[in-house]
């Protein structure tokens, strides 16, 4: 097994640090964010709850890269591509201002995906009263 570096013992230290128990890794992070993002380019088939539960990854992802502790990293470069991708791919699915009192800077968590499984159009609608198509 490979010894974590110093830049992944940062990042997990503040990930954890802020609440997170799991997926707290460079690497395990990104590949939640990322398997979300699959799961929403297909039609999210979870729960509302699940839904904000597994965005939660982005949450953590701009913690840390927002954060001066890990900005002299050169690592930081490369982990902002491959978000700055799955971001990419997110952005599109999106109908953005789905929750206006959300900040504009989050905006993964201001917008809400255009469609998805019957669960979450269900529960979006009827808790949040917004409308998605449902596949």
Do not use: H
């Not at 993002?37 to 839904?51: L, P």
């Not at 490369?78 to 952005?91: G, M, Y």
């Amino acid at each position: 097994m490979t010894k974590p570096s110093s830049f992944d013992v940062a990042f997990t230290a503040l990930v954890v640090a802020s609440g997170r128990r799991r997926d707290a890794s460079p690497a395990e992070l990104v590949g939640a964010w990322g398997r979300f993002v699959a799961k929403c380019q297909v039609g999210y088939r979870g729960s509302a709850s699940d839904y904000f539960n597994e965005l939660t990854s982005r949450d953590s992802i701009e913690a840390a890269l927002q954060s001066e502790q890990l900005s002299g990293y050169a690592e930081m470069a490369d982990l902002e591509e491959q978000v700055a991708q799955i971001d990419a791919r997110f952005r599109v699915l999106l109908r953005p201002d789905a929750f206006p009192r959300m900040a504009v800077e989050d905006w993964w968590t201001r917008g809400i995906v255009r469609f998805a499984g019957p669960k979450l159009v269900r529960e979006l609608k009827q808790t949040y009263r917004v409308t998605i198509a449902e596949i």
